[in-house]
């Protein structure tokens, strides 16, 4: 089949452009314009609504439909079925891993999960009340300083290095900066302890007790991360490759992801959405803050709903749902009121014509922090857990990127606005 594409016809003139139309395996063609700005053109596109800014193997989202598939796999399926250490295996490499492959992977992540010994005092730096996302933010880009071995972006096996390092140390970094605000000791990784089990000792050991992870909550933990792992060119994966793309090194580039993601209106929305259902405080008045999320005069919105893709239910929030029912439910906790906020909050919004209108749906961030507040972590630690978890999808979007033929620097142009050309004004003529 001959090449498909697109005629750009200028009103004002008789000039057309032609434009290559390029399909992917799965969702929406893309009109290739890369060849306009050489004609001196540009497209106009700020928040990049209709912009695809690369082509990728990795996730998959139809927005209309409510699916989400990394390496072609469901996400329903892979959390129910996988686990973490696999998730992240699949989106570095491309497939499941057998189990020998498995056994390995693991074994090498165990490995990396001590930090160099002088990073502990560079969290000494930081004010005790400082927030964990500030200390992720300041150590994992200082990793830069510590593993200058694996650094080099255009050196493969210092690629596949860095990887495990970040895979393996950001959670170390993440519940240390949770210890160091509690003035608590921090605790040692544990080999004997699967990924999940060892974050949550790392949180929640402290050296004079024994402590065991309970392995429901381990289990759910392990479901979260893998809900959270990638997510397609999201804003702070569209960080990470924009990074990434000037050669800068792999701990730069997660901690410019690690900077984005911390945004209210990305994941800072799931410590955001809590604060919100303890605003809220009680049913009764669920109406007072539809009515405020409704009203353009108000910049309050309805935090852990709508998505810029997602124009029906986000399949992760469904399965958080029911993980929440399972967490509260193995701690029994299953009246408790934050939950049956949210489930009274969710069905009102649901029904309001102005979230139906707008297709706005509960994103992943709406019932994800009901779970983990659940389990005893700090509405302070649900970004820098959900940094934790999307660590493997930026360091799989990294790796991609890196090794693209198609990579150039990224480098954006603009619609000019501001003043013609103009003379310099001497100060006696200025005001
Ligand atoms: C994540 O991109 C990803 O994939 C992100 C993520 C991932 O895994 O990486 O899925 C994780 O970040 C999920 C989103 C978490 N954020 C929130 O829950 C914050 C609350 N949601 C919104 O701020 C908003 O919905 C965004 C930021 C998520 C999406 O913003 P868009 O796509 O720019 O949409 P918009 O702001 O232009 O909204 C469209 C309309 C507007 O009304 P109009 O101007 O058309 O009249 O919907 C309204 C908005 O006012 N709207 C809301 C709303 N979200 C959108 N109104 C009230 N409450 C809301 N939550």
């Given at each position: 089949?001959?090449?498909?594409?697109?005629?750009?016809?200028?009103?004002?003139?008789?000039?057309?452009?032609?434009?290559?139309?390029?399909?992917?395996?799965?969702?929406?063609?893309?009109?290739?314009?890369?060849?306009?700005?050489?004609?001196?053109?540009?497209?106009?596109?700020?928040?990049?609504?209709?912009?695809?800014?690369?082509?990728?193997?990795?996730?998959?989202?139809?927005?209309?439909?409510?699916?989400?598939?990394?390496?072609?796999?469901?996400?329903?399926?892979?959390?129910?079925?996988?686990?973490?250490?696999?998730?992240?295996?699949?989106?570095?490499?491309?497939?499941?891993?057998?189990?020998?492959?498995?056994?390995?992977?693991?074994?090498?992540?165990?490995h990396h999960t001590l930090l160099h010994d002088l990073m502990g005092s560079?969290?000494?730096?930081?004010?005790?009340?400082?927030?964990?996302?500030?200390?992720?933010?300041?150590?994992?880009?200082?990793?830069?300083?510590?593993?200058?071995?694996?650094?080099?972006?255009?050196?493969?096996?210092?690629?596949?290095?860095?990887?495990?390092?970040?895979?393996?140390?950001?959670?170390?970094?993440?519940?240390?900066?949770?210890?160091?605000?509690?003035?608590?000791?921090?605790?040692?990784?544990?080999?004997?302890?699967?990924?999940?089990?060892?974050?949550?000792?790392?949180?929640?050991?402290?050296?004079?007790?024994?402590?065991?992870?309970?392995?429901?909550?381990?289990?759910?933990?392990?479901?979260?991360?893998?809900?959270?792992?990638?997510?397609?060119?999201?804003?702070?994966?569209?960080?990470?490759?924009?990074?990434?793309?000037?050669?800068?090194?792999?701990?730069?580039?997660?901690?410019?992801?690690?900077?984005?993601?911390?945004?209210?209106?990305?994941?800072?929305?799931?410590?955001?959405?809590?604060?919100?259902?303890?605003?809220?405080?009680?049913?009764?008045?669920?109406?007072?803050?539809?009515?405020?999320?409704?009203?353009?005069?108000?910049?309050?919105?309805?935090?852990?709903?709508?998505?810029?893709?997602?124009?029906?239910?986000?399949?992760?929030?469904?399965?958080?749902?029911?993980?929440?029912h399972d967490v509260l439910n193995e701690l029994g906790l299953h009246d408790?009121?934050?939950?049956?906020?949210?489930?009274?909050?969710?069905?009102?919004?649901?029904?309001?014509?102005?979230?139906?209108?707008?297709?706005?749906?509960?994103?992943?961030?709406?019932?994800?922090?009901?779970?983990?507040?659940?389990?005893?972590?700090?509405?302070?630690?649900?970004?820098?857990?959900?940094?934790?978890?999307?660590?493997?999808?930026?360091?799989?979007?990294?790796?991609?990127?890196?090794?693209?033929?198609?990579?150039?620097?990224?480098?954006?142009?603009?619609?000019?606005?501001?003043?013609?050309?103009?003379?310099?004004?001497?100060?006696?003529?200025?005001?």
């Amino acid at each position: 089949m001959s090449q498909r594409t697109v005629t750009l016809k200028f009103s004002d003139s008789d000039r057309t452009i032609e434009l290559p139309i390029m399909e992917g395996t799965l969702g929406p063609d893309v009109i290739d314009t890369r060849s306009l700005s050489s004609q001196g053109i540009l497209t106009y596109d700020p928040g990049f609504l209709s912009t695809a800014s690369c082509s990728s193997n990795i996730t998959f989202i139809d927005g209309d439909e409510g699916l989400l598939y990394y390496r072609g796999y469901p996400i329903e399926q892979l959390a129910e079925h996988s686990d973490f250490m696999e998730v992240s295996y699949l989106l570095m490499h491309g497939e499941l891993p057998t189990a020998e492959q498995k056994v390995k992977f693991v074994d090498t992540v165990r490995h990396h999960t001590l930090l160099h010994d002088l990073m502990g005092s560079f969290f000494r730096g930081f004010r005790r009340d400082a927030h964990p996302m500030a200390v992720m933010v300041g150590t994992v880009g200082a990793m830069s300083a510590f593993y200058r071995d694996s650094s080099d972006p255009f050196d493969a096996k210092q690629r596949e290095v860095a990887a495990y390092r970040l895979l393996a140390k950001v959670p170390t970094i993440a519940a240390w900066s949770y210890k160091y605000n509690l003035g608590e000791p921090f605790m040692y990784p544990q080999n004997r302890f699967d990924y999940a089990s060892n974050f949550l000792y790392m949180m929640f050991a402290t050296p004079s007790e024994d402590y065991q992870p309970n392995p429901v909550l381990a289990r759910a933990l392990d479901r979260i991360f893998v809900l959270h792992a990638d997510h397609e060119q999201n804003a702070s994966s569209s960080t990470v490759r924009v990074a990434g793309s000037s050669g800068a090194n792999p701990f730069a580039c997660v901690a410019g992801g690690i900077a984005s993601l911390w945004g209210p209106l990305h994941g800072g929305a799931n410590e955001a959405t809590l604060t919100m259902l303890e605003q809220i405080g009680d049913a009764s008045r669920i109406g007072e803050y539809i009515r405020r999320a409704k009203d353009k005069t108000d910049s309050f919105r309805l935090m852990g709903f709508g998505h810029r893709v997602y124009k029906n239910m986000d399949p992760r929030a469904a399965i958080m749902r029911q993980t929440c029912h399972d967490v509260l439910n193995e701690l029994g906790l299953h009246d408790d009121p934050l939950f049956k906020l949210a489930l009274k909050l969710e069905k009102i919004a649901l029904e309001d014509e102005y979230f139906v209108d707008k297709k706005l749906y509960p994103n992943v961030d709406f019932y994800s922090g009901i779970v983990m507040r659940a389990m005893g972590i700090p509405n302070s630690m649900f970004t820098a857990i959900f940094a934790l978890a999307r660590t493997a999808g930026w360091v799989a979007q990294w790796m991609e990127m890196v090794a693209s033929p198609e990579q150039r620097i990224a480098r954006p142009r603009q619609l000019y606005t501001g003043s013609i050309r103009r003379d310099f004004l001497p100060m006696d003529q200025r005001g």
